[in-house]
């Protein structure tokens, strides 16, 4: 997936070529894209990177992954389904 990742002050701008549509989001989507890059992760594994990147103490499992499923629905990450 090709992205365009431009900060624009408090917020950013994200441009999914593939679509053609511009998202404006603000903290934690440029920092759990930045995360996930190119690589496919649990939940938890991305929670627990995220959480010693950040030095998160009381890191919220569930509010991960309420912002994992938006992301899905804007079209900004995939999900994989292990086989």
């Known amino acids: 997936m090709t992205l365009r990742v431009v900060p624009l002050d408090a917020l950013t701008l994200i441009y999914h070529r593939a679509s053609g549509i511009t998202h404006v989001v603000d903290a934690p989507v440029p920092e759990i894209l ?43 990450v995939e999900r994989v389904c292990a086989t």
């Open 34 to 76: 930045q995360e996930l890059g190119d690589e496919a992760l649990t939940a938890p594994a991305l929670l627990a990177r995220m959480a010693d990147r950040f030095a998160l103490i009381d890191a919220d499992g569930a509010a991960l992954e309420a912002r994992l499923e938006e992301l899905v629905i804007a079209g900004l």
